[in-house]
């Protein structure tokens, strides 16, 4: 159980387009969904959370406009990175969290996708 | 503000032998604190978990962590690894309010290399 995808796993894009990733809890409703960024051999920092039907939070120093954050069902949450550029390529993972059939203290984290701007 | 310190970010030690990563970390509220293992470009799993109750958590692949709250750390410990072990694994640390889980705070992870 717990079980949370990421699609797509890697892509490729050039400067300039936009690029939307998106993150599924497959088997638990995520009231709460986390997306995380991981720069080579870094730790993981936190970009944004998201709750079902509002308006995402994100952390300072992470532009809202660049980094479009939806959340419009208990189970897919979306984000797209606008305008992309070299600087924004880095390991994009989300993570979610649910108050039925999962512990509502704990993060499952998708597999993760790695984007590269070129 | 909460922090998370792992103090080595790299620690070899050979098969079968017993292994400490350590992690420290500071906040001025209670913290749910957690140990995720990484694997070369894959997401993170998780592998155990303090919420409250007994400070000694056992967690999944024979790993075990124990809570100090004097000293703020949260150790992870296994008796005798193997060279699957070998990967990244974070410490991280999260405030609770009453709606649930709060983002997570990482440390910069402790690489993990098992040597034959």
């Known amino acids: 159980g717990a079980v949370v995808s990421q699609h797509p796993s890697r892509v490729i894009c050039k400067s300039g387009t936009s690029v939307k990733i998106e993150c599924r809890s497959l088997d638990f409703q995520a009231t709460t969904m986390f997306w995380y960024r991981q720069f080579p051999k870094q730790s993981l920092m936190l970009m944004a959370t998201?709750?079902?039907?509002?308006?995402?939070?994100?952390e300072q120093g992470v532009e809202k406009d660049k980094f479009l954050i939806n959340h419009a069902s208990l189970t897919l949450s979306t984000l797209t990175v606008t305008s992309a550029h070299p600087e924004d390529s880095s390991f994009y993972i989300c993570?979610?969290?649910?108050?039925?059939?999962?512990?509502?203290?704990?993060?499952?984290f998708g597999p993760g996708t790695r984007l590269l701007v070129l | 503000a909460q922090s998370v310190t792992q103090l080595d970010s790299q620690v070899p030690v050979f098969e079968e032998a017993p292994v400490e990563l350590r992690c420290n970390y500071s906040s001025s509220v209670s913290v749910y604190l957690f140990w995720y293992v990484q694997y070369p470009n894959q997401g993170l799993q998780l592998l155990l978990k303090y919420l409250s109750g007994s400070t000694l958590v056992k967690g999944i692949n024979g790993f075990e962590a124990e809570f100090n709250k004097s000293q703020t750390s949260f150790h992870l410990r296994k008796p005798s690894v193997h060279i699957s072990d070998t990967a990244e694994y974070f410490c991280?640390?999260?405030?609770?309010?009453?709606?649930?889980?709060?983002?997570?705070?990482f440390g910069k992870g402790t690489h993990l290399i098992i040597q034959p």
């Open positions: 991280a640390v999260s405030s609770y309010s009453g709606g649930g889980a709060d983002g997570l705070t």
């Open positions: 993570s979610a969290s649910g108050t039925s059939g999962v512990s509502q203290e704990t993060q499952y």
């Open positions: 998201s709750n079902e039907g509002s308006k995402a939070t994100y």
